[in-house]
């Protein structure tokens, strides 16, 4: 939150007498801890570490975990600040504890998560431009609509099928890869 995206090593977290939790370092885990700041790029130590946030099921549902996971890599590869950004992270937290808590419609949230985060990323799509381009088909422009312009809270009873999901997520890889220049 105060420094942007850093680089840490947390040290004896196989040892029996650590008092490090390995099972904290889990994808998306929202975490408190204490550490050196090395200045210059170098790695800081993690010296104490504790939840920030007691997760309820990201850990042990696998359909949440592999999307925590899919989102740790897009956010691998499109965060690069070092520096503060409150409003990122206060974005961030919203949108892992909303994965968390939700039972209903869990594999739309990976969608939902990378139209909404173009906003804070600064890279939103013109829609207008995206139509005339054909990049996006009729049908996709509608469900990149809905996404943008509700809160996941209002799509629980959304239906799209595997097929159409699929279609749309690699279009938003696609315009990922694009703007981040991502392989």
């Known amino acids: 939150r105060q420094f942007g995206r850093q680089s840490f090593i947390l040290k004896g977290t196989q040892s029996k007498k650590s008092k490090t939790k390995a099972n904290y370092l889990q994808p998306l885990f929202l975490l408190e801890f204490e550490c050196t700041n090395k200045p210059l790029g170098n790695l800081n130590n993690i010296t104490e570490i504790a939840l920030n946030y007691r997760f309820q099921s990201i850990a042990i549902d696998p359909v949440k975990n592999t999307i ?9 590869n499109t965060l690069k600040e070092a520096e503060e950004n409150e409003t990122m992270f206060n974005f961030l937290k919203k949108q892992i504890v909303i994965l968390d808590s939700i039972d209903a419609n869990v594999s739309l949230f990976s969608l939902y998560f990378m139209v909404n985060y173009t906003k804070h990323l600064g890279i939103t799509p013109d829609i207008e431009s995206m139509a ?27 239906k799209i099928s595997h ?12 315009y990922y890869q694009t703007r981040f220049d991502i392989e």
């Open 132 to 158: 005339q381009e054909h990049y996006f088909n009729p049908g996709q422009l509608e469900f990149f609509n809905i996404l943008f312009d509700n809160d996941f809270s209002n799509l629980l009873e959304f």
């Open 68 to 76: 925590a996971f899919f989102i740790a890599d897009v956010l691998n």
């Open 163 to 174: 097929q159409n999901r699929q279609a749309f997520l690699e279009k938003m890889l696609f």
